[in-house]
């Protein structure tokens, strides 16, 4: 039994069921203050390492609800999108481990913000892009085959798409610690969406990481050789069980309908008990007591 699977006997019953439909509801918030008014996010609410030290704790909590888009066109379906993602995972991993995963990513964050801060003086505010790439990167490891359609139109598997996000992730975590800042080629990353800073590169890797390594256990829980003798085992008995599963035996010669399609089984009303017989041992059989 994996480190997971002790701590889930021993905590699950804290888990959060449909985790991700209170996180939608969050996300749904936040698009509405966005709109509302566009900068109190970033001023009051988002994951800021200088401002929590002066006390504005409330940050490590609220810089969830920031939406994965901004359009609203593209925000019911990044919603329903996530929600899906997460009710996948939820469904595949069941509500503890889901739940472990998210929060490990959440509070991840928020230790990277406070330690970038407190060892370079660099103050990012950080929103949830990179905790929602993880869950997609969860996603497309799990689901591989399941088809997007890209621009809602070109089918793409899901696999493709977690490539693609994994260069973007590798390039992000490159270029922080060796593209100078406001050069030519930094700018040019931003075009990408790509902010090239020690700072980003070290939350990208950090939320990579998370990915890798609960990803990792979540495997290796999986395929454990005592977990895996236990598969063949439960199969083996399945197989067992239907081959000598039967809806019919005559009492005397022991045959099923699985010997023959022409045989035709019969309870004998005069035998004491539920016997039944075949059509050549229904009326000459001796009568059971």
């Known amino acids: 039994?994996?480190?997971?699977?002790?701590?889930?006997?021993?905590?699950?019953?804290y888990a959060i069921p449909n985790l991700m439909y209170y996180i939608i509801i969050l996300y749904a918030l936040g698009f509405v203050v966005e709109?509302?008014?566009?900068?109190?996010?970033?001023?009051?609410?988002?994951?800021?390492?200088?401002?929590?030290?002066?006390?504005?704790?409330?940050?490590?909590?609220?810089?969830?609800?920031?939406?994965?888009?901004?359009?609203f066109i593209f925000i019911f379906f990044s919603l329903y999108l996530y929600y899906m993602i997460g009710k996948m995972l939820e469904y595949q991993w069941g509500a503890f481990k889901f739940n472990m995963y998210f929060f490990s990513g959440l509070i991840l964050h928020?230790?990277?913000?406070?330690?970038?801060?407190?060892?370079?003086?660099?103050?990012?505010s950080y929103g949830t892009m990179y905790l929602n790439m993880s869950l997609f990167f969860a996603f497309a490891a799990l689901f591989p085959d399941v088809q997007f359609l890209l621009f809602f139109i070109?089918?793409?598997k899901c696999k493709y798409l977690g490539y693609a996000n994994?260069?973007?992730?590798?390039?992000?975590?490159?270029?922080?610690?060796?593209?100078?800042?406001?050069?030519?080629?930094?700018?040019?990353?931003?075009?990408?969406?790509?902010?090239?800073?020690?700072?980003n590169s070290v939350a990208a890797l950090v939320s990579f990481l998370n990915f890798i390594i609960f990803f990792l256990a979540m495997r290796r829980n999986r395929f454990s050789p005592g977990d895996m003798k236990r598969r063949r085992t439960y199969k083996k008995k399945i197989r067992v069980a239907a081959a000598k599963s039967t809806t019919h035996r005559c009492a005397v010669c022991g045959r099923t309908e699985k010997d023959g399609e022409e045989l035709e089984f019969r309870f004998c009303s005069r035998c004491v008990g539920n016997y039944e017989y075949c059509q050549d041992h229904l009326f000459t059989h001796e009568h059971r007591k």
Do not use: H
Not at 1 to 13: A, I, N, S, T, V
Not at 169 to 179: D, N, R, S
């Open 1 to 13: 039994m994996g480190w997971l699977d002790k701590m889930e006997r021993k905590f699950g019953k």
């Open 35 to 71: 709109v509302m008014s566009p900068d109190l996010y970033y001023r009051y609410l988002a994951l800021d390492a200088a401002a929590i030290l002066r006390g504005e704790v409330w940050r490590i909590f609220t810089f969830i609800i920031q939406p994965p888009t901004g359009s």
């Open 110 to 124: 928020v230790l990277v913000c406070l330690v970038i801060y407190l060892v370079t003086g660099y103050n990012m």
């Open 154 to 156: 070109i089918p793409i």
């Open 166 to 199: 994994g260069l973007y992730y590798i390039i992000t975590i490159i270029a922080g610690f060796i593209v100078p800042e406001r050069s030519p080629a930094w700018y040019s990353l931003i075009r990408f969406g790509i902010l090239a800073t020690p700072a």
